[in-house]
């Protein structure tokens, strides 16, 4: 059993060659390398589309009723960092929604998103193919918010 996960490839290491055994070819070696780069630069690719998804999100709100700014969302690209700043990005994406669908008058749930996005947060550290599920379904729930806000007219002021 592979106690190791998504981080196999990364701990793949050729036998140690026996003395008097002949040195396997250079590429033997390299195998896994151009596989763990096709699998980061999928992850990397998704990350940025994510991102765009909650800026156009957080852009949709009105600069009143946003709790971050929506270039803020970036930061979840720096690793280890982004570990506490999911968090952070899940709690304001929620004060944001909520404050511009009170603001126009949408009846939705009081936080948006909130409790999908904070068990996708402990969920990706806790258990990755569960997180991963949790983070599809916020990303496409944060993306139909911003769809409503899109298509509901916009506020007038008196």
Same mark, same amino acid.
């Given at each position: 059993?592979?106690?190791? /996960?998504?981080?196999? %490839?990364?701990?793949?290491?050729? *036998?140690?060659?026996? #003395? /008097?055994?002949?040195? #396997?070819?250079?590429?033997?070696?390299?195998? *896994? %390398? #151009? !596989?763990?780069?096709?699998?980061? =630069? &999928?992850?990397? +690719?998704?990350?940025?589309?994510?991102?765009? =998804?909650?800026?156009?999100? !957080?852009?949709?709100?009105? *600069?009143?009723?946003?709790?971050?700014?929506?270039?803020?969302?970036? !930061?979840?690209?720096? *690793?280890?960092?982004?570990?506490?700043?999911?968090?952070?990005?899940?709690?304001?994406?929620?004060?944001?929604?909520?404050?511009?669908?009170?603001?126009? /008058?949408?009846?939705?749930? #009081?936080?948006?998103?909130?409790?999908?996005?904070?068990?996708?947060?402990?969920?990706?550290?806790?258990?990755?193919?569960?997180?991963?599920?949790?983070?599809? &379904?916020?990303? +496409?729930?944060?993306? /139909?918010? =911003?769809?409503? &806000?899109?298509?509901?007219?916009? +506020?007038?002021? +008196?």
């Amino acid at each position: 059993m592979n106690l190791l /996960g998504p981080y196999a %490839l990364l701990a793949m290491a050729p *036998p140690p060659v026996q #003395p /008097g055994q002949a040195q #396997p070819p250079l590429w033997v070696n390299l195998v *896994p %390398l #151009p !596989l763990f780069a096709i699998v980061v =630069s &999928i992850m990397l +690719v998704t990350t940025v589309f994510y991102c765009l =998804s909650l800026q156009k999100a !957080l852009n949709r709100c009105s *600069p009143e009723c946003r709790a971050m700014n929506p270039g803020m969302v970036w !930061l979840l690209l720096i *690793p280890l960092f982004n570990i506490v700043w999911q968090f952070i990005v899940v709690l304001n994406m929620a004060k944001s929604l909520a404050a511009e669908f009170r603001k126009r /008058g949408i009846a939705e749930d #009081p936080n948006p998103g909130q409790t999908l996005g904070l068990v996708m947060c402990i969920a990706n550290l806790v258990c990755g193919p569960v997180g991963l599920i949790c983070w599809i &379904i916020y990303w +496409v729930k944060i993306t /139909g918010y =911003s769809s409503m &806000i899109a298509s509901a007219s916009p +506020v007038t002021a +008196v």
